[in-house]
């Protein structure tokens, strides 16, 4: 009989950035029904501030592309340029498949050159 070891990673805080209210509360219902801890925001700059400035660690991100101020590839892009590499999930209205590409390509491409590839 042999026995296998299984590693479990254990993600319990998420932080949702989205600035329309009703998704943001459908996504943080759903999760929090999963037993995640929640926060969200509605803005680039205050998912930045808490990230950056320590307040919370998050682990993982559900970041909407399509935000007032800065937009979710640019939040994605400076989380990473400051040596964040929390998962993110990006979330986009938008179907062209240069906007799947370009949200790819920002987390990927930073990953890669700060040496560090994570996926969910």
């Known amino acids: 009989m042999s026995s296998t070891a299984t590693t479990s990673v254990q993600m319990n805080s998420v932080l949702i950035v989205e600035d329309e209210q009703h998704l943001a509360d459908g996504l943080r219902f759903n999760l929090e029904a999963e037993g995640?801890?929640?926060?969200t925001v509605s803005d680039g700059e205050a998912a930045l501030a808490l990230v950056l400035e320590k307040q919370k660690d998050y682990d993982a991100i559900v970041l909407d592309v399509m935000l007032p101020g800065k937009d979710g590839f640019t939040v994605a892009a400076e989380l990473?340029?400051?040596g964040h590499f929390v998962p993110v999930l990006m979330l986009t209205a938008r179907g062209r498949p240069e906007d799947v590409l370009r949200g790819f390509e920002e987390i990927v491409t930073s990953d890669l050159h700060g040496g560090l590839l994570r996926t969910m």
């Open 36 to 39: 995640y801890t929640v926060d």
């Open 80 to 82: 990473r340029e400051a």
